[in-house]
């Protein structure tokens, strides 16, 4: 409930480091990756107002570098779980009682930690132990976390700001968001640092307490995010940090009459099955649980006859191989008009053979590592099934090696049927397929990209002709919760692109707006009657 009103910094974006040769942050963020290099971290869980450790220790590895051990975390277990809910749930009444303005400032420090003390020694976690290059991080654990911060402390300002307007004589309505009754479980992925500060802290700024399971190969930079947490000011068991399978964490939360929601980001098959158990347990819970998810995608480009070629080219290098595709976002389809083709495939092939791959160490590198070897087995294996198909052809790239790191080579795939495995599943790897159109085939494409994926996240146009443009706007409505015209189809920022995708591709509940924080409160209506009535009979029952 809004307990008096205070104006909050506006937001602006936070400002994207270059990392020039000879820069400042340069010289800073190499001297911070080889500080993480020569240490061995020993990471423990957070619950309540305990550094947890156990006896089992998991080894934490560079993928570029898996030789090299960075650190150990404790993985825990059930008993962990159930210690994190009891921590969570006896922290809840101070926590959700605390006025507003002073949980919005636990949450505006820590983006100021993360803009200037920590910014280095976290985009040196993530480069380390989710293997992205200098800008991938920049933008992802510093510029993009930040902005996540700020602009959330506005919107909820904004939202307690939100009142019945008052015209009724003698009676003032007002509204009042509550915390949601229970905790929230926020289970995080891997790729985006942002996205793992993001979905505990969201829940959290709104009164709520949470119990935070990150993916395990994100484990290294969370440790740092928790650090950073505390140092704001962010009190014991608002957040409890866990690191536990992910069977042991849903049978204990699941099945707990407290569980008020979930905020998710991972795959489409893994939430479906949390959807599912949540509907099996749903007579135990005290409320309706809240489920939030962002899972998967399948996104396209599509080009226009009058597309730009250089427009197009860039679009699909940069939105296809950057981090390796390892974006929810990443262009993954391409429909291609047959006219354009020749000369796309050139320009492709020239920038591809241009990428260094290799460590996130060297600053020359742009393709780094994909995550660990469970995924680059699986992404191979696409390559390979391209290679021995008669229904594909693999013209740029398609070589991998293990040997140090996890190196996938940027590779581009042509298809020849439109539903071909690589044009429809999800590879979460530096794989692009395109399926090459008869330019005359325009409209009956268009149908064609509607139709052939399950997902709907992401998606983009090139072209020139305004026509074009607005007819695909139109036909692609429902295909992609973020849509982009002339632009690749990655890089949402916040507070200008609010991200989320629905069909396959979850909720759609925009992660990094207002809309997004609705979900973690629960309204309350209260009428106050300063002339109350003292009679039941109404003037029409008073005789003539």
Not at 178 to 207: C, K, Q
Not at 398 to 423: L, N, R
Not at 488 to 514: E, L
Request: net charge negative; glycine share 8%.
């Amino acid at each position: 409930m809004l307990k008096g009103f205070f104006n909050v910094p506006a937001p602006t974006n936070e400002p994207v480091y270059a990392y020039a040769p000879g820069s400042a942050e340069r010289a800073l963020l190499k001297q911070a990756i080889a500080d993480a290099r020569a240490q061995e971290v020993d990471v423990p869980m957070y619950i309540g107002s305990e550094e947890v450790r156990t006896d089992k220790k998991v080894k934490l590895t560079p993928p570029h570098d898996h030789k090299h051990v960075l650190g150990y975390y404790s993985s825990g277990t059930k008993d962990h779980v159930k210690d994190a809910i009891d921590a969570a749930l006896a922290a809840k009444d101070n926590w959700e009682n605390l006025p507003w303005e002073q949980r919005a400032a636990v949450f505006l420090k820590a983006a100021e930690l993360i803009s200037t003390k920590y910014r280095y020694k976290l985009n040196a976690a993530t480069m380390l132990g989710q293997s992205k290059n200098p800008f991938q991080a920049e933008i992802d654990s510093a510029c993009e976390l930040i902005d996540f911060l700020r602009f959330n402390v506005k919107y909820m300002s904004e939202i307690y700001q939100q009142q019945p307007p008052a015209n009724s004589k003698g009676v003032w309505n007002r509204v009042e968001q509550r915390p949601l009754e229970g905790f929230v479980f926020a289970l995080t992925p891997f790729n985006f640092t942002a996205i793992a500060g993001n979905l505990p802290t969201s829940v959290a700024m709104m009164g709520n307490v949470v119990v935070w399971k990150p993916s395990n190969t994100q484990i290294y930079a969370a440790n740092v995010l928790m650090q950073i947490f505390k140092e704001a000011g962010l009190p014991d068991g608002v957040i409890n940090l866990v690191y536990v399978s992910g069977p042991d964490a849903g049978d204990v939360i699941f099945k707990h009459p407290d569980f008020a929601g979930i905020h998710f980001t991972g795959s489409t098959g893994v939430f479906q099955d949390i959807w599912k158990t949540i509907g099996e347990h749903i007579h135990v819970y005290k409320t309706y649980p809240r489920i939030v998810g962002e899972t998967g995608g399948k996104d396209f480009i599509i080009a226009h006859p009058s597309a730009d070629l250089k427009v197009l080219n860039t679009a699909l290098v940069r939105g296809a191989f950057e981090y390796q595709g390892q974006k929810c976002s990443a262009a993954s389809r391409a429909y291609v008009p047959k006219s354009l083709w020749p000369a796309l495939k050139e320009s492709m092939e020239k920038d591809l053979k241009s990428f260094k791959i290799g460590g996130t160490e060297d600053f020359g590198n742009f393709i780094n590592a994909v995550i660990d070897e469970r995924s680059f087995d699986k992404i191979t294996k696409y390559i390979d099934n391209a290679k021995a198909s008669p229904d594909a052809d693999v013209v740029i790239g398609g070589d991998y090696d293990k040997t140090t790191g996890y190196f996938i080579h940027p590779t581009v795939i042509v298809a020849s049927k439109p539903d071909y495995e690589t044009m429809t599943e999800e590879l979460f790897g530096p794989v692009l397929t395109v399926y090459v159109y008869e330019d005359e085939k325009w409209a009956e494409t268009l149908k064609v990209v509607d139709s052939t994926s399950i997902y709907a996240l992401t998606g983009a146009i090139i072209a020139q002709d305004r026509y074009a443009i607005q007819e695909a706007t139109h036909a692609l409505r429902n295909a992609a919760g973020n849509f982009y015209i002339n632009d690749k189809c990655t890089g949402a920022v916040v507070g200008q692109q609010p991200f989320g995708g629905a069909r396959g591709s979850g909720t759609n509940d925009k992660a990094g707006s207002m809309i997004n924080l609705l979900r973690w409160v629960s309204p309350r209506t209260i009428k106050e009657t300063f002339t109350p009535d003292t009679d039941y009979r109404y003037p029409f029952l008073n005789a003539e």
